[in-house]
C-alpha cells in the first residue's frame, strides 16, 4: 500500500499528464490504466508498468535539442519555433534541467521523483 502522500503526488501529477497537451497516447493510456488500478489487486502491476512507460516517455534535454535542431523539429515545431525550442532547451539545461520542460514531461518528472517509493 502506497503511502497516502505519495499516493496524493502522484495521483495528481497523473491527472496534469494526462490533461496536458504534449502527452503522448501511451503515456494518458497507462496513466488511466494506473489510476484504475489504485487500490486494487492490479495496482502493484500497473505501477510497473506506468513507471516503465513514464521512464521510456520523458525527454532528456539533450534528445530536446536533437530534435529540435533537426529537420524533424522544423516540420513538427516550424521552423522559427523550433528554433525558440531549441535555444529554451539550451537555457534550461545551463540552468541544471536533465529533461524537457514541457507539462507532459515536467508532471513525468515529479511522478518518477517518486519512483522508489511507488515501487516498494
Not at 502506497?2 to 503526488?9: H, P
Not at 500497473?46 to 516503465?52: D, W
Not at 534550461?92 to 524537457?100: E, L, R
Request: proline residues 2%; negative net charge.
Amino acid at each position: 500500500m502506497l503511502d497516502r502522500k505519495v499516493l496524493d503526488i502522484v495521483v495528481a501529477k497523473t491527472h496534469e499528464l494526462i490533461n496536458a497537451p504534449t502527452c503522448s497516447g501511451e503515456a494518458r493510456a497507462a496513466a488511466q490504466a494506473w489510476l484504475d488500478a489504485v487500490g486494487t489487486e492490479a495496482e502493484a502491476a500497473e505501477t510497473k508498468k506506468y513507471v516503465a512507460e513514464l521512464e521510456g516517455d520523458i525527454m532528456p534535454i539533450d534528445m530536446l535539442i536533437a530534435f529540435a535542431e533537426s529537420g524533424g523539429g522544423a516540420q513538427v515545431f516550424g521552423a522559427d519555433k523550433a528554433r525558440e525550442v531549441a535555444a529554451h532547451a539550451r537555457e534550461i539545461k545551463a540552468a541544471g534541467a536533465k529533461y524537457c520542460d514541457c507539462p507532459a514531461c515536467a508532471a513525468v518528472e515529479a511522478i518518477l521523483e517518486q519512483k522508489d517509493a511507488l515501487l516498494k
